[in-house]
C-alpha cells in the first residue's frame, strides 16, 4: 500500500479546498490511501525551538510527512500567495538544516477559490518552495479550480463534470508516481 499525504492550506471547518481534499481521498486508486496530516496546532517556525523545548506537533509533523510515499497540497490563495499556516508547515518539516523531510517526494498541488483565476498565484508561490524542497511536482493538468463555490454541493460532494477533472489528475498523478518511485 502508497500513503499519500494530505495537506490543506486551509484551517476552517467548512473550507473549500478541505472538500476538494475528500474527494480526490475517494478518487485514488486500489494501492493507494490518504493519510491527512494536520498543520494547525503547529508553533510558527522558530529555530530556537530545536531542542528539548520542541514542539510536539512538529515532531508530529515530521514524522508523518517522512512516513508518506507522496504529497498532495490543496489550498486557498491568500493574497496571491499560500496561507501562512501553510508556508509554516513547509518551513517546519524543512528542518533542522539538512533533515527535511519532503525532499524527493512526489507533490501534486490543487488550488481552490471562488474567484476567477483558480487560485494561480498561490498555486505558483508553493510551487516555488516545492523546488528548492527538492519535490517533484506534477505539471500539468494545472489545477485551478476557479469558481468552487458553484463546484462543492451543500452536502460536500463535488459536481459531476469537475469530478471527472478530477479524476483525470488522479490518474495522471499516479503515471508521474510509478514512473519516479518505479
Ligand atoms: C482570501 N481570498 C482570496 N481569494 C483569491 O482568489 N485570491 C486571493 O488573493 C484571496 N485572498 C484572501 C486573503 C485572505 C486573508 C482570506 C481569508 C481570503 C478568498 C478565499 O479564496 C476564500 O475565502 C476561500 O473560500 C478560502 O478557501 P477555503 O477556506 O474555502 O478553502
Known amino acids: 500500500m502508497k500513503t499519500i499525504g494530505f495537506i490543506v492550506g486551509s484551517l476552517r471547518k467548512d473550507s473549500y479546498n478541505l472538500a476538494v481534499a475528500k474527494d480526490f481521498a475517494k478518487l485514488l486508486p486500489a494501492g493507494f490511501e490518504a493519510k491527512f496530516i494536520e498543520i494547525s496546532d503547529l508553533p510558527f517556525y522558530n529555530e530556537d525551538l530545536e531542542n528539548d523545548a520542541m514542539p510536539e506537533s512538529w515532531k508530529r509533523l515530521r514524522t508523518e510527512v517522512a512516513a508518506v510515499d507522496g504529497i498532495f497540497f490543496f489550498s486557498p490563495e491568500y493574497n496571491r500567495s499560500v496561507p501562512a ?27 481552490a477559490s471562488p474567484g476567477g483565476v483558480g487560485g494561480f498565484g498561490a498555486n505558483h508561490h508553493l510551487r516555488q518552495s516545492l523546488v ?4 517533484p511536482t506534477l505539471q500539468q493538468p494545472e489545477a485551478y479550480i476557479g469558481g468552487i463555490h458553484n463546484l462543492v454541493k451543500e452536502d460536500g460532494t463535488i459536481v459531476e463534470d469537475t469530478e471527472k477533472f478530477f479524476q483525470l489528475i488522479v490518474d495522471k498523478y499516479i503515471v508521474f508516481f510509478n514512473k519516479l518511485t518505479a
Request: net charge positive; hydrophobic share 50%; proline share 6%.
Open 132 to 135: 528548492f524542497l527538492d519535490m
Open 85 to 111: 499556516a501553510l508556508k509554516n508547515a513547509l518551513d517546519v518539516g524543512s528542518r533542522p538544516m539538512g533533515s527535511s523531510v519532503w525532499g524527493g517526494k512526489p507533490a501534486l498541488v490543487v488550488t
